[in-house]
């Protein structure tokens, strides 16, 4: 008998002398064996607006250029009264809309200075995060829309306002620069971008937070992918889209909508892989770069996307032009880091998020099976699962009613050879809230044990973390799989094997 997702796992669990679910040594041998079918709960779709990063060779036309098929119609359309845009004083930016047809903004004008109130909300919150992420973070201005075949006026940065909710998106980024015109021969991927955004966020579209929340996040997060294009429009998207959800965060931190695509992180999904860009798991995966800039300073994320520059800017470094995880790498290695010792850290801070992020708090907890063992000499046999990279599993042993006051619990694993970067921890957690982590060493094969404290009187759990830290990758630039330079990995399917005994 075997369980495909935790939530199947949850439904068997019976109680510890605690209160707590915890599998009896007898129901993992049952349930899981050696096999091990330990795994994530199964992905919850989210109802909530979608953002696009909408590149080559999907190009959308401007809404006020021609007919644009997004879902539905996206263009003002033929006869649809456009307003003079709403441009900045002093930022190069510009916000475009209509007062005709379904694309129509709110006419509310409170000021009565001609321009309606959700155009003033908009230019207030693209130029708010303007200035944070260009001149706080010390990103890359999108480019100038010079070579645009519809330059929206003159050089400065185009937002559209238009239904988009209708279409199930919270807004899109575009772009129709010549570079990536048929018969161009441009040879870089940095390009222009311009972005349209929902012209009311009315709520029968966001089913969560406010119109104003809404809007203010989704123009962080488009503005940060006209960022990008600055840098490489073609970037892989768990990071692409990772940074533009983190950076909703660093703009307007009290809105905090992007604790939703935490049911598609780490936290939720340990077995899915870090790096998997679909399936709104590319959402996610800003957990990790909120990892990184809280250790690091948020600049750690700036520094990534230059070593991921695809630009002429950068054509002289050796260190650029380079897919996300080889920059994250890179970047990680500049702060005098190794990759592989962060990765297993952040998977372990995950344990406990309340504790390891600054607004952990109201983060989801990793899904840990609890298995209770008692008396001495009770063992779990071997219980294994298969890890594929930048995943990892946790499965927690707690003391049984019948355990004794003072123990000790040998663990020991068996993992992949150690080229495939294999990994194991066990973090113990004792009665009062405090915690630490035991690194188990592991040798060529893979091999290691190590004791810690498990006693009733004491310990309320000893969770081991195994973690697949493999960042070898084949078959780049073919985008044959939705992982890191659109590649395969080579480290996937590795196996992953724990026994625990009490001593």
Not at 247 to 252: A, G, T, W
Request: glycine share 10%; proline share 6%.
């Amino acid at each position: 008998m075997s369980f495909r997702s935790s939530r199947q796992l949850r439904r068997v669990l019976p109680r510890d002398g605690r209160g707590r679910r915890a599998l009896s040594v007898a129901a993992v041998t049952a349930a899981v064996a050696l096999t091990g079918s330990l795994a994530a709960a199964a992905p919850v779709a989210s109802p909530d607006p979608d953002h696009g990063r909408l590149d080559a060779p999907v190009l959308l036309a401007r809404p006020n250029a021609g007919k644009v098929e997004l879902g539905r119609n996206m263009s003002w359309g033929v006869g649809a009264a456009a307003a003079s845009p709403a441009c900045h004083p002093t930022r190069p930016i510009c916000v475009h809309w209509t007062d005709r047809g379904d694309h129509a903004v709110p006419p509310a004008d409170g000021d009565g200075d001609g321009i309606p109130d959700q155009v003033e909300r908009t230019l207030a919150a693209v130029t708010t995060s303007w200035a944070t992420i260009v001149g706080k973070l010390g990103f890359r201005a999108p480019l100038a829309d010079k070579r645009s075949s519809v330059d929206g006026g003159d050089n400065r940065f185009d937002v559209y306002l238009a239904d988009t909710g209708s279409a199930g998106l919270a807004g899109y980024t575009s772009s129709d620069d010549a570079r990536l015109a048929d018969g161009s021969t441009y040879r870089y991927r940095d390009v222009s971008a311009f972005i349209v955004l929902d012209n009311d966020y009315k709520a029968s579209q966001f089913n969560q937070g406010t119109s104003l929340g809404n809007l203010r996040v989704s123009a962080a997060h488009e503005l940060f992918h006209a960022v990008q294009f600055a840098y490489d429009h073609r970037e892989d998207d768990w990071m692409s889209e990772g940074t533009a959800t983190w950076v909703e965060d660093q703009v307007f931190d009290g809105v905090n909508l992007n604790i939703g695509a935490l049911q598609h992180s780490a936290l939720a999904a340990p077995l899915t892989p870090l790096d998997f860009g679909r399936r709104r798991h590319q959402y996610g995966s800003w957990l990790f770069f909120r990892y990184l800039s809280e250790r690091y300073g948020p600049k750690i994320v700036a520094q990534i996307w230059r070593l991921a520059d695809d630009s002429p800017d950068e054509v002289s470094s050796k260190a650029s032009q380079t897919y996300s995880m080889r920059a994250i790498r890179r970047a990680v290695a500049r702060e005098g880091d190794d990759f592989s010792k962060v990765f297993n850290q952040f998977v372990t801070t995950n344990l406990r998020p309340a504790k390891g992020y600054k607004e952990g708090a109201a983060y989801p907890r990793p899904f840990s099976p609890r298995v209770a063992l008692g008396p001495k000499g009770e063992t779990t046999g071997w219980l294994g699962t298969q890890l594929d990279h930048l995943s990892s599993i946790y499965v927690s042993f707690v003391p049984g009613k019948d355990a004794p006051p003072a123990r000790r619990l040998l663990l020991r694993v068996q993992g992949p050879p150690k080229g495939s970067a294999p990994a194991a921890r066990v973090v113990v957690a004792f009665d009062g809230g405090r915690s630490k982590t035991v690194p188990i060493k592991l040798n060529r094969r893979g091999d290691g044990e190590v004791r810690v404290p498990f006693g009733r009187s004491s310990v309320r759990s000893a969770t081991i973390v195994m973690i697949n830290g493999s960042t070898r990758y084949t078959h780049c630039s073919t985008k044959t799989a939705p992982y890191s330079c659109g590649g395969r990995s080579k480290d996937d399917d590795r196996i992953f094997k724990v026994r625990a005994r009490v001593l």
